[in-house]
C-alpha cells in the first residue's frame, strides 16, 4: 500500500480514456475531494461531463497549481498562455471547471472569458458570441435605465 | 458506493455539456462567475444581452467583492430610514454607495469612489470649527457651484486663523489622505455668466506659512507647514497627512487643523471649502493632488 502522499487516482474522462493523477493533485477538484473524503473505493472515478480532450487540459492546470516550486508569476505566465485557446474550448473548460467545482481554474477562465467580451459593444456581443436577445425594446430600455448609475 | 459518487453521476446530468458551448449553454451561475470578473459598468452593460444575463447580473455574488468589507455596517449607519441590509441586494447597496450620500446633517458627504473601491468622505466648512466664523468682520459665507457642498467661507481679514474638524468614521481598512481644499483669491462669477474673475488684490498676509496637523485614533499624529501662496487663483487641495486604518470595525477617530495665528500680520483673500479624505490608490488613480 503507497504511503498517503503518493496515493494516485484514475480518472475517468466520458468518452472512457482513464488519466493517472496524484491523489493531492486532483483534490484541488472539490467535488473530487468530497469523493475521496467519504471513502470512495472505485478503481476509477467516472467523470460523466467530461471529455477526455477538457480532461488532459484539466490535469495540465491542477498539476501547474499544485506544484509547491511554481512562483506566482510562474503560475502567471502559465496562466496566460493556457487561456490562448478557442473560445468554444475556454466555455468548456468553464463548465468542467463548473462541474468539478475546481475554483482556480474556474477564476482563470471566467477572467478570460470576461475580458474577452468586455471589449465589444452590446450588439457585437450577441452576434460575435451568439446569444439571443430575447428582451423586447421596452425591456431593454428599462434595463439600461436601472443601470444609470454605473456610467455616471 | 458512497453518496459522494453518486452526486458526481447524478448532479448536473441535466446540463447538458455540449462539445462546442455556446455562451448560452452556461448556466446562470457560471454567467455570474464571469460577470464578477468584470468592472461595475461592463456587468450593467452587459446585462442587456438577454434575460439569463440580466438575472445573473443581479447576484450577489457579482458585487459582493466590489463592496468594502464592512459595508454592513455602513448600511447601517448611512441608509437607517431605508431598512435593514438584508433587505437590500449587494447590488442595491453598492449603486447606493456610489452616490454621495450626506451625513451629520448637510455638512459631509460620503461615497465609495467606482474606480477604486475606497471609501471618500468630504467635510464642508460648515462641518468645521472656524474662530469668529459669524463675525462678518472676518468671514463672508458665500454661495457657489465650485464647492460640491454649494458654499465657501471667505477670509476677509484677520490675525487670527484657525480652522479645526473632528470625524467618528468607520473607514475601511486602508491608508488613507487628508486634504484642505483652499483658494487663495476671491473667484466671483455673474450670474449666467462663465467668466471667473480672481480678486488676487485683497491676498495678503501669505508670506509665513500655515500650519497643519491631523491625529487619528490608532495613535498617529502628523503636523506640517506649508506656504499658501504658490498657486493663488486656483483651488488646491493641501496635503495634511495620512492615517493608516487597521480594523474595519471599529470607527476611526479624527482630529485635523489648520491654523495661522502670528499676531504680527493679518491674513486675507482666503477661500475654504471643505476637508476631503481619500484612500491613497484614489489619490494616485485622480492624479489630481
Known amino acids: 500500500m503507497s504511503s498517503p502522499e503518493e496515493k494516485t487516482l484514475i480518472l475517468k474522462s466520458s468518452d472512457n480514456e482513464e488519466f493517472l493523477v496524484k491523489e ?7 467535488t473530487i475531494k468530497n469523493l475521496v473524503e467519504d471513502g470512495c473505493d472505485l478503481d476509477a472515478i467516472p ?8 480532461l488532459a487540459w484539466i490535469i495540465e492546470f491542477m498539476e501547474k497549481y499544485a506544484d509547491s516550486t511554481s512562483t506566482d508569476a510562474e503560475k502567471k505566465d502559465f496562466d496566460t498562455e493556457f487561456v490562448k485557446k478557442p473560445f468554444n474550448d475556454v466555455l468548456g473548460l468553464i463548465l468542467a471547471a463548473n462541474y468539478l467545482n475546481f475554483p482556480a481554474l474556474m477564476d482563470v477562465m471566467c477572467d478570460a472569458c470576461a475580458n474577452e467580451m468586455k471589449l465589444w459593444s452590446v450588439e457585437q456581443v450577441r452576434e460575435k458570441f451568439h446569444i439571443q436577445n430575447d428582451y423586447t425594446e421596452e425591456e431593454e430600455k428599462a434595463v439600461r435605465a436601472e443601470n444609470f448609475w454605473a456610467f455616471e | 458506493m458512497g453518496a459522494g459518487f453518486s452526486s458526481l453521476a447524478t448532479e448536473k446530468k441535466t446540463v447538458t455539456h455540449p462539445s462546442n458551448p455556446n455562451i448560452s449553454d452556461l448556466p446562470e451561475s457560471c454567467i455570474a462567475s464571469i460577470l464578477s470578473c468584470l468592472e461595475p459598468s461592463e456587468i450593467c452593460k452587459l446585462a442587456r444581452l438577454n434575460k439569463t444575463f440580466h438575472q445573473a447580473s443581479l ?27 438584508e433587505s437590500l441586494s449587494k447590488k442595491e447597496i453598492f449603486s447606493r454607495l456610489c452616490r454621495p450620500i450626506p451625513f451629520s446633517g448637510d455638512t459631509k458627504e460620503v461615497w465609495l469612489e467606482n474606480s477604486s473601491r475606497g471609501i471618500c468622505v468630504a467635510i464642508s466648512w460648515k462641518g468645521l470649527k472656524i474662530t469668529g466664523i ?15 457642498f454649494h458654499t465657501i467661507a471667505y477670509l476677509q481679514q484677520m490675525w487670527w486663523l484657525e480652522v479645526e474638524g473632528n470625524l467618528e468614521f468607520e473607514f475601511p481598512a486602508g491608508n488613507y489622505s487628508l486634504f484642505f481644499r483652499l483658494q487663495l483669491g476671491r473667484a466671483s462669477k455673474r450670474r449666467g455668466s462663465r467668466r471667473i474673475i480672481n480678486n488676487l488684490e ?14 487619528s485614533s490608532n495613535g498617529e499624529h502628523v503636523a506640517s507647514k506649508c506656504y499658501l ?10 496635503h495634511v497627512g495620512d ?13 485635523f487643523s489648520m491654523a495661522q495665528i502670528d499676531c504680527t500680520h493679518t491674513k486675507a483673500g482666503l477661500c475654504l471649502d471643505s476637508v476631503f479624505i481619500f484612500p491613497i490608490e484614489t489619490v494616485n488613480k485622480l492624479k489630481q493632488f
Request: with cysteine.
Open chain 2, 59 to 85: 447576484a450577489d455574488v457579482v458585487w459582493a467583492s466590489k463592496l468594502p468589507e464592512n459595508h454592513e455596517i455602513l448600511v447601517k449607519k448611512l441608509f437607517s430610514e431605508e431598512g435593514s441590509s
Open chain 2, 202 to 215: 485683497q491676498v495678503h498676509g501669505w508670506n509665513k506659512p500655515v500650519q497643519f496637523q491631523l491625529a
Open chain 2, 243 to 255: 492615517f493608516v486604518v487597521e480594523n474595519s470595525y471599529i470607527p476611526t477617530k479624527l482630529n
Open chain 2, 229 to 238: 501662496n504658490e498657486a493663488a487663483g486656483k483651488w488646491m487641495h493641501y
Open chain 1, 47 to 54: 467523470l460523466l461531463n467530461v471529455d477526455s480532450k477538457n
Open chain 2, 134 to 148: 459669524d463675525d462678518r468682520r472676518y468671514w463672508t459665507h458665500i454661495s457657489t457651484d465650485e464647492s460640491r
Open chain 1, 24 to 30: 493531492s493533485v486532483a483534490v484541488q477538484c472539490i
